[in-house]
């Protein structure tokens, strides 16, 4: 029986070998674009899944409820506190200053060693990295203490067994007393140095509010990580009782003001891809969710056409079903023998797409900067689960609606009287177009939001500006500024030189309080130079900027945004009659100019309430000056670059690398991710395009061949070729538009909930949704008269010859 059902299939799949291709190729198509984007969403998965306490391991981060926004940083005192006092936790670790590097002093060599950290002393025992060389006892108790990863102690000393050894940097000598390798797997958490945090947190035991460090905490083995974000509140009104007097309000008003007002914990293997806010940087969920579900989607078009194919060729298939029932074949072995034959399809569309998805793999890698492989179990399991779902769909409603056929009516040649396989043909192509109608409105209004972006004035011009960050830490650095402020303006190419503390581009960021009366908000701060504004073409909405001729502008005057303005809630004339009072400083602050907003972060959020002040304003802000920008010529970049970096390398910085880039590029990074939702909107678009009028284009073909009768009739009585066309296609052109018009309000609904994630959104335009209908039309009307023209030119006698 096995053998005849395998005969049968492969002798139908060479009848009808172009809906087999189509079959094959839709579903190859669908299958991989479905694992290459499980893949990835694997791979994101795949994070912290080495540390063997994920289990009881958690990101903590913040909630604001004032402002709705999360936050991923603690206190100290507020770590430390709810480990002393929320029975479900075992113990805590905090890290902070990541991303650290210096350049560091052996014996016999320096290096530059980048990616370090500070932590508490337990650090070890929350990563377990495996051990190269010492000890993990007491590895960081002592403020001396450091531990390195082996790929920097080979690169600082040659090997590996350095345990004991010697390093300087940072003006201080260091004992290495472990070396460690780190995981092999996917993590966040991969530090090249370590350094003990004591003398910080020694500093900090009594800021509640200084939110500088990430912090994870242990809980105990079936703790409820819910319990410990309801006991948290206890802590938070901890710091309100403590800190409201300072500000001169009720502790649950400076609680609803400052906050945070509750907690959330994160299991650290979900931390990358599902917290709400992260310190190490993480993936919008969002997006992956978008884009797993179009490729789903992509599958359920391929088992679309699979479907419409297969009950389109049932006049091909009903008399082969009433004799096979007339000499006792039952339902359930027609339904099995139409099963296989969609299994042996599926089957050879899965292998062949595993193949495909290897030749595309190291395409997908660079695209994400990613090193995937296929050798994760899961990728096979859940992608041979989708290709079997594919084949009971694709297989098991064909095989009801055939083996259903009256064995009596069939060979009677009367099936083709039943109008139910037209219903469901018409309705399954309606919702295959339906889908490609969502995705060429969806690409287009993407296409459209990101081009808004692109075109948008951002506020400042960061032409040819180039910013060199600080490396080496010195004990005044404005003075280090000062100096080369005149220095580099004499390099040939430089033609301006300034320093701004929050400029475009930017990931450092430091916030403060701001109050005026009972108002308080919490603000970036943007220390700068005086030329700073102008440096940047960054304009003023009103007043005036900074005047170093003026003693009052070195001491308490100040510039804010418009932002700024709008988050106390008034206009730009009253906001120069202020006088506000910043926590990073006792002395209140004369409100002189209003900037215009320009963008710091990128454009899919809000700008930012900034306060601008002079660096020198605050004894300890100027303690925090990083940088120093300049904007050079563009006719020599590359020479003026060159001579800088030799500048700099020979006088400023010895054995530091340059750490420099241009304000506009590095701004354009932002755009990133949003440039690589269009290519792959777009890549989807055209997958979905070309399946979707390959299958409507071997419907239409197995349908007009089985009206190509009345097509000879019509023609004998007179029809003219146009007519004859226009009669065949009229269905199909139908069908389009009713498709085009059930996807317009779901396609609206969707894309207007993805745009409300943009700060700075397009209103939801109309003409997508006008080229779409144009579009599927044209596109619809172009496949289906190739075969409909073909249809007018049949021999009239081949089917009237029986009349």
Not at 15 to 44: A, P, R, V
Not at 144 to 151: E, H, K
Not at 679 to 700: E, K, P
Request: glycine fraction near 6%; hydrophobic fraction near 45%; charge should be positive.
């Amino acid at each position: 029986m096995l053998h005849n059902w395998l005969k049968i299939a492969f002798i139908n799949y060479k009848k009808n070998w172009l809906s087999t291709i189509i079959n094959l190729f839709g579903l190859i198509i669908g299958l991989t674009g479905f694992i290459l984007i499980l893949m990835h969403w694997n791979d994101e998965e795949s994070f912290e899944k080495w540390n063997p306490k994920k289990d009881q391991i958690y990101f903590f981060q913040t909630y604001l409820k004032k402002d709705n926004s999360y936050g991923s940083s603690t206190s100290y005192p507020l770590a430390d506190n709810a480990a002393k006092r929320i029975p479900e936790v075992q113990d805590y670790v905090l890290m902070t200053n990541t991303g650290s590097a210096y350049k560091m002093a052996t014996k016999t060599n320096n290096a530059y060693i980048e990616n370090g950290a500070m932590v508490t002393d337990n650090f070890f025992s929350f990563f377990p990295f495996k051990l190269v060389s010492g000890s993990y006892k007491d590895a960081l108790k002592n403020n001396n203490s450091i531990a390195i990863s082996s790929q920097a102690a080979i690169k600082l000393f040659g090997k590996t067994d350095v345990t004991g050894e010697t390093l300087k940097f940072d003006n201080k000598d260091f004992a290495i007393t472990a070396v460690y390798e780190l995981p092999k797997g996917n993590t966040q958490i991969k530090p090249d140095f370590i350094r003990n945090m004591t003398e910080l947190l020694q500093n900090d035991k009594n800021n509640w509010g200084n939110f500088n460090y990430a912090g994870f905490f242990m809980l105990k083995k079936d703790a409820d990580p819910r319990a410990f974000e309801k006991k948290f509140v206890d802590i938070l009104m901890m710091r309100a009782k403590r800190d409201s007097n300072y500000a001169g309000m009720t502790p649950q008003q400076f609680f609803t003001t400052y906050g945070p007002t509750s907690s959330l914990l994160t299991p650290i293997d979900k931390m990358k891809l599902h917290a709400k806010a992260t310190w190490f940087g993480g993936t919008d969920f969002k997006t992956l969710m978008i884009l797993f579900t179009l490729s789903v989607l992509l599958v359920v078009l391929s088992a679309i056409n699979f479907i419409n194919l297969k009950t389109a060729q049932a006049s091909q298939r009903a008399k082969e079903i009433g004799v096979r029932k007339a000499i006792g074949s039952t339902k359930t072995h027609l339904v099995l023998q139409f099963l296989m034959e969609a299994f042996i399809l599926c089957f050879a569309s899965y292998l062949l797409s595993l193949a495909l998805t290897e030749l595309l793999l190291p395409s997908l890698n660079k695209f994400y900067g990613k090193e995937m492989k296929m050798d994760d179990w899961h990728v096979y399991f859940y992608s041979f689960t989708m290709a079997l779902v594919v084949t009971l769909i694709s297989g098991l409603i064909p095989a009801f609606y055939l083996s259903n056929f009256k064995a009596i009516d069939t060979l009677k040649g009367n099936f083709a009287r039943s109008r139910h396989g037209i219903w469901l043909r018409n309705g399954i192509l309606t919702l295959q177009l339906v889908i490609s109608s969502f995705f060429i409105i969806g690409g287009l209004v993407v296409n459209a939001q990101i081009k808004h972006m692109m075109n948008k004035d951002l506020g400042f011009n960061g032409a040819q500006t180039l910013v060199i960050r600080f490396n080496e830490n010195t004990a005044k650095p404005w003075l280090k500024y000062e100096r080369l402020k005149t220095e580099l303006a004499k390099i040939p190419g430089v033609t301006e030189v300034s320093f701004g503390e929050t400029f475009p581009g930017t990931d450092n960021y430091d916030y403060s309080s701001v109050d005026y009366m009972d108002q308080s908000n919490i603000v970036l701060q943007g220390s700068m130079d005086y030329n700073f504004l102008q440096f940047s073409e960054i304009k003023l909405a009103a007043g005036r900027g900074l005047d170093p001729k003026l003693s009052s502008d070195t001491i308490n005057n100040t510039l804010v945004n418009e932002a700024f303005v709008r988050k106390f809630g008034w206009t730009n004339e009253e906001a120069l009659k202020k006088e506000i009072k910043p926590r990073f400083d006792l002395k209140p602050y004369h409100i002189i100019g209003i900037v215009k907003d320009f963008n710091i972060r990128n454009l899919k959020d809000k700008v930012e309430p900034v306060i601008f002040f002079h660096y020198k304003e605050t004894e300890w802000k100027r303690f925090r000056l990083n940088n120093i920008q300049l904007k050079i010529k563009g006719d020599d970049i590359s020479g003026t670059i060159t001579k800088l970096k030799s500048y700099w390398q020979n006088t400023v910085e010895q054995g530091y690398p340059v750490n420099y880039y241009f304000i506009n590029k590095k701004f354009a990074e932002t755009f990133e991710v949003y440039e690589k939702q269009q290519t792959l909107f777009t890549i989807l678009n055209a997958m979905v395009l070309i399946v979707a009028l390959l299958g409507l284009f071997a419907l239409s073909s197995l349908m007009i061949e089985q009206k190509l009768k009345d097509v000879a009739i019509r023609k004998t009585l007179g029809a003219s070729d146009g007519a004859l066309i226009a009669g065949l296609t009229k269905q199909f052109l139908w069908i389009t538009s009713i498709a085009v018009f059930i996807s317009m309000p779901i396609s609206y609904y969707l894309m207007n909930e993805w745009l409300k994630d943009f700060a700075y959104r397009i209103d939801m335009p109309v003409l997508p949704f006008v080229l779409s209908l144009l579009l599927l039309l044209i596109l619809t009307f172009s496949v289906v008269s190739i075969k409909a023209y073909q249809a007018t030119k049949v021999s009239l006698i081949q089917y009237l010859k029986y009349e």
